[in-house]
């Protein structure tokens, strides 16, 4: 039986081959209790596999999977018991209610039918669909479908909840709405989410942390911070400013600064045009780069401190194959 402080998903060096294509490499991952987590990744980058042997339902070639304690290989069932899992489409009975669909699930998993009604008439609620619990499933939205997913896993009350890519074919609005349902539950109840996605914005939103996948490899994790940290080349800070009037005066006095390893960016002809400066250095030069540029009298358009979010990380990591 797991402490209160252990992992409630731990893997170690966990690998998953098909022939000769590593399709997970040697995984190694903790995650806590009430966390959510995020795992972000192109398609084909292994994200589905992982989840399949967290649920026993493929073998790892090698290494080993923990989830609540227990091995997903030898304890199959008793996994499926604590874990609910959503994949990317769910499959209901299309001329049934979404009511009965619940229901069914909730005897399949052995809970009798009274107290099945209960939780299933609560379940609905708590997802939005209360008001539409005897319609037939078959004329749902696809945002209706992924909301009624969510109370098929929660019904049978499960320690953790696996969703694999539940915002797909979504419109905006529907994708909003079931990330904060999806937060809202974790946090009300303690749940541990497990959130497989491409969509870098939606991880962002909701996640503690996210560990990005690539090629079968978690090639990083973290919180966003973090990760910002380790795409930072050499834990350099960025300094970025626009102005125009700008001069090359200027421009070399930006690089006697205390602490400057590289400036970026050249004078553009005429005095009316924007000159684009980047800053590298051994800490955060916002204030006296723009003291320079506004005593050289050039006009001074804008200047931040560059913040590393997903998008730079994603398209450092996956487009241009991982940190320097």
């Known amino acids: ?5 252990a992992p409630i998903i731990e893997l170690k060096q966990l690998k998953k081959k098909y022939g000769d294509h590593v399709a997970v490499g040697g995984l190694n991952l903790t995650i806590r209790q009430g966390e959510i987590f995020g795992l972000l990744g192109p398609n084909g980058a292994g994200k589905t596999t992982t989840i399949l042997m967290l649920l026993g339902l493929t073998e790892p070639t090698s290494g080993s999977a923990r989830v609540c304690g227990l091995d997903p290989t030898r304890q199959p069932l008793q996994i499926k ?19 009965d669909n619940l229901i069914f699930t909730a005897q399949l998993n052995q809970i009798p039918r009274q107290e099945a009604y209960r939780l299933a008439e609560q379940l609905l609620e708590r997802v939005g669909l209360g008001e539409v619990a005897g319609k037939k499933v078959g004329a749902f939205s696809r945002g209706m479908r992924q909301r009624l997913g969510i109370a098929d896993v ?21 994708v909003r709405e079931l990330l904060q349902l999806i937060h809202d539950l974790s946090r009300r109840e303690g749940l541990t989410v497990l959130l497989s996605s491409h969509h870098l914005h939606q991880v962002q939103q909701i ?7 690539v090629r079968g490899e ?3 994790f973290g919180d966003v911070p973090s990760l910002a940290k380790q795409l930072d080349q050499e834990g350099l800070i960025t300094v970025e400013l626009e102005a125009s009037g700008f001069s090359d005066a200027a421009l070399s006095e930006l690089s006697t600064l205390e602490d400057v390893v590289e400036v970026r960016g050249s004078v553009q002809q005429g005095d009316t045009e924007t000159t684009t400066v980047t800053l590298l250095g051994k800490r955060d030069l916002t204030t006296e780069a723009a003291g320079i540029v506004i005593q050289s009298g050039a006009q001074l358009q804008s200047i931040r401190r560059k913040q590393y979010g997903l998008d730079e990380i994603y398209h450092r990591y996956f487009e241009g194959g991982g940190l320097a």
């Open 1 to 5: 039986m797991e402490t209160a402080t």
């Open 81 to 99: 018991r604590r874990v609910g899992y959503m994949p990317d489409d769910v499959g209901f009975y299309e001329d049934r209610t979404a009511l």
């Open 154 to 174: 929660l019904i049978k009350r499960p320690n953790v909840i696996i969703l694999d890519e539940p915002t797909l074919g979504i419109d905006p609005e529907g």
């Open 207 to 213: 996640c503690d942390r996210v560990g990005l996948f």
């Open 218 to 220: 978690l090639i990083a």
